[in-house]
Nanobody
Framework: QVQLVESGGGLVQAGGSLRLSCAAAGRTFSSYGMGWFRQAPGKEREFVAAISWSGSLTAYADSVKGRFSISRDNAKITGFLQMNTLRPEDTAVYYC????????????????WGQGTQVTVSS
């Protein structure tokens, strides 16, 4: 079992940056792929980014490519999502999750989820 806690969300102006963290409890974190998803009010949860257990493979949603960067530090059992050039449409609750797959873009393939952290981008 893996427990996940997100942090780093907040209110930022358009064009600004935030760095989200996902702290994991459980020594098996390094054997899981990790992903970030987001859900805006009235919308379905959508894929943002994913990274393999080793960090060698990554995937991004088209809407965030070139602006967001996913990474992980297995020694510190923590994952990160660096978000630059933020836009109002990035406003959502952001969730981290882990999967036994290497890199997965579908939410149903993820086994454990955090509670989410709110990101609000003002125009």
């Amino acid at each position: 079992q893996v427990q996940l806690v997100e942090s780093g969300g907040g209110l930022v102006q358009a064009g600004g940056s935030l760095r989200l963290s996902c702290a994991a409890a459980g020594r098996t974190f390094s054997s899981y792929g990790m992903g970030w998803f987001r859900q805006a009010p009235g919308k379905e949860r959508e894929f943002v980014a994913a990274i393999s257990w080793s960090g060698s493979l990554t995937a991004y949603a088209d809407s965030v490519k070139g602006r967001f960067s996913i990474s992980r530090d297995n020694a510190k059992i923590t994952g990160f999502l660096q978000m630059n050039t933020l836009r109002p449409e990035d406003t959502a609750v952001y969730y981290c999750a882990v999967t036994k797959k290497s890199v997965a873009t579908r939410a149903e393939l993820y086994d454990y989820w955090g509670q989410g952290t709110q990101v609000t981008v003002s125009s």
